[in-house]
């Protein structure tokens, strides 16, 4: 009789735990079946923007169910840059609306008409597995900072070629003649004297050297005077100068996204064009959208932009003694 009512109690236990898995399997699929979403994304204050100000991008999720939204992470865009995400806490408007809030602050790097892709958000049903929504594409149209067509009265025509007559070309063969004779007279004069010329190779310090001493006194300065847009200013400048010489290309003159575009071209590591793409974009929005970086930002862009340059420079090669050359009496 015992065996007989362990087995019954074995049997009522086993029911009852495949019955409660069932129970949990079906509410979830109740739950996820009869969710509607309904995902809609706005543009504030509207969808025609100026490069490199600051604006609101609301993405609105209503649901029949109440949802709890996670944290995703922001990606790096190559026409955008996030400069903050926040998620708005869930908030029921009705007996079956809820409403949640995704708020993203952007700021545009390039002009023309923009897409601003979609973004992938984790989401879950109380205890239940969490699943993805996904925000729909956002078509926004970048002007430049400074619009407005000029006036037909504010065009001039071209002025012609003014004359300069015929004394510049004498003056011109003159000095050129000048200078030749200039030249035979000191070679002339090492002849006779039998004077050693030695030439010898002058070190140069590594761009990257430079660029390093330069950030140090610009952070120096900085905790003197607390002026954090003259800080981005000058970071912007060393690293430009830096990027300039280190890869051959003119960074002092192009915007961040030539220059982005001319360090792909020249199939550079893509890790190392995004690094430099994101350094130069936060310096921008500080040069130019007016944006106020906290202090931790300020000192991660300063550390970026210093491991950036470490990573980077090129390797020393030491001098020999090949390098010095003297050249012996000129006969």
């Known amino acids: 009789m015992k065996n007989i009512g362990y087995c019954f109690l074995k049997l009522f236990l086993l029911i009852s735990i495949c019955s409660y898995i069932n129970a949990v399997h079906s509410k979830r699929l109740y739950a996820q079946e009869s969710l509607i979403i309904s995902v809609q994304t706005q543009v504030l204050p509207s969808t025609t923007i100026r490069l490199a100000e600051s604006s609101q991008m609301v993405v609105s999720i209503n649901t029949n169910q109440k949802i709890s939204l996670s ?23 009705s007996e079956d ?50 619009t407005g067509a000029i006036s037909p009265e504010r065009l001039k025509d071209i002025k012609p070629p003014v004359s300069v007559g015929g004394k510049l070309l004498y003056w011109t063969i003159l000095f050129l003649l000048f200078s030749v004779g200039l030249i035979i007279w000191i070679i ?56 300039s010489v280190r890869y051959a290309m003119d960074a002092l003159e192009k915007t961040t996204s030539e220059i982005f575009s001319d360090m792909r071209r020249k199939e ?46 090129e390797k020393i090669i030491e001098p020999t003694p090949s390098n010095s050359i003297e050249e012996k009496n000129i006969k």
């Open 188 to 243: 002339l004069k090492h002849k006779k004297t039998g004077t050693k010329i030695t030439v010898e190779s002058i070190p140069t310090t590594p761009p990257a050297e430079i660029a390093l001493e330069k950030l140090k006194s610009v952070m120096r300065l900085y905790k003197q005077n607390g002026d954090f847009r003259m800080f981005y200013i000058e970071l912007s400048n060393i690293f430009r100068e830096y990027l």
């Open 268 to 313: 550079l590591p893509r890790t190392i064009c995004l690094e430099v793409k994101e350094i130069l974009s936060s310096c921008d929005l500080v040069k130019f959208a007016k944006f106020v970086p906290p202090e931790k930002q300020l000192e991660e862009d300063y550390a970026k932009t210093e491991g950036s340059v470490m990573r980077t420079r």
């Open 71 to 93: 944290s995703f992470s922001v990606p790096v865009l190559e026409d955008w840059h996030i400069a903050e995400s926040k998620i708005v806490e869930t908030k029921k408007e």
């Open 97 to 146: 609306k809820w409403k949640s809030q995704i708020l993203l602050t952007v700021v545009p790097l390039n002009i023309g008409e923009l897409t601003f892709p979609s973004l992938f958000v984790p989401y879950y049903i109380e205890n239940l597995r969490p699943e993805t929504l996904q925000t729909p594409l956002v078509k926004v149209t970048v002007v430049p900072i400074i």
